[in-house]
């Protein structure tokens, strides 16, 4: 009889002394897949399920280094010599690799030879223990800071086994943990995780599910749901807005969003407004030949202005 396969995971990055994610100092795994494709997203190696060739241009040797080493183990030929840039030490003109998506099927044999990692996958697997054992490695600061681990994404309940069992598997060590979600999955899993979750990181994008659903592909009646549902089950949130110019960040959809809130009571212990920034912009480019879209950051001013809006619902507002 063969042995039961071991449970795993699939994430893109595990980040150490977070402070941006709960409180106190924590470790937040990020796993990857997503249901939700914002074209904001500020990881957009989040969104797919499956790993991805990433390629940095700042990392990259080039020239002939890359033709005798990643070119060549590439066994679809996806990889071609394609822009140059100076090396700023020695100002030589490095000639980069460029990755034929439309050949490229993220094996990642090239990553395996490219010793400056310009070229990598995101995307590994991990077993439950493995994840742990990662995570119990941060323990003191949690306990020194009131800290602890934060599952994010992507959308964790997306691999909602995974993301139960390593829920557990930290409170029966005793480590405050936080779940951040967009809230879009059935109440049935999300609801596994109450035992397990002290607070809740709950994303809300836009109070209209016609707008919500054309702009990053899904409606807000789920997410609306459950977030009733966390509040009514008497667990902690903190309510983060992603403030997105010519999208969420007019007066009548922040009313409507501090509306919402406010209808959640005491379990709602902030709400968060992060203003959009284009940093991830590049990333974009990490993992796809495709440009994306910017937009202008919003002011300081009109930030002040949106948090005066919401605080006139009496919440605990913060830009973050």
Request: hydrophobic share 35%; charged share 25%; aromatic share 8%.
């Amino acid at each position: 009889m063969d042995e039961k396969k071991e449970l795993t995971g699939k994430l893109y990055d595990i980040q150490g002394f977070s402070v941006q994610d709960g409180p106190g100092i924590r470790t937040t795994a990020f796993l990857k897949g997503c249901p939700l494709h914002c074209p904001w997203c500020h990881s957009p190696e989040s969104q797919a399920f499956y790993p991805q060739l990433s390629w940095i241009n700042m990392r990259c040797q080039g020239t002939v280094l890359c033709e005798e080493r990643c070119m060549r183990a590439c066994p679809k030929g996806a990889l071609e010599f394609g822009e140059q840039r100076e090396d700023p030490k020695t100002h030589e003109m490095l000639q980069m690799v460029h990755v034929k998506r439309d050949l490229c099927d993220n094996c990642g044999e090239c990553a395996k030879v490219c010793y400056p990692k310009a070229l990598f996958i995101s995307g590994e697997d991990y077993t439950v223990e493995q994840l742990v054992t990662r995570l119990l490695q941060d323990k003191k600061f949690y306990k020194r800071s009131g800290g602890g681990i934060t599952l994010s994404g992507g959308e964790a309940m997306s691999q909602p086994d995974f993301t139960v069992a390593v829920l557990k598997r930290m409170k029966e060590e005793g480590i405050h943990t936080a779940l951040d979600t967009t809230g879009f999955c059935a109440w049935e899993q999300l609801e596994r995780t109450l035992p397990y979750t002290d607070l809740y990181l709950y994303d809300l994008k836009h109070m209209d599910s016609a707008k919500h659903k054309a702009m990053v592909g899904v409606p807000t009646e789920p997410i609306h749901e459950n977030a009733r549902k966390l509040a009514a089950a008497g667990k902690k949130l903190q309510i983060r807005i992603p403030v997105i110019p010519m999208f969420n960040n007019d007066e009548a959809n922040i009313r409507a969003t501090a509306a919402f809130c406010r209808e959640l009571g005491d379990a709602i212990e902030v709400v968060q407004l992060l203003p959009y920034h284009n940093l991830g912009v590049t990333k974009y480019l990490r993992i796809s030949d495709k440009p994306v879209a910017e937009a202008t950051p919003p002011s300081d001013q009109q930030m002040q202005r949106l948090k005066a809006i919401m605080e006139e619902y009496g919440l605990p507002v913060t830009i973050h």
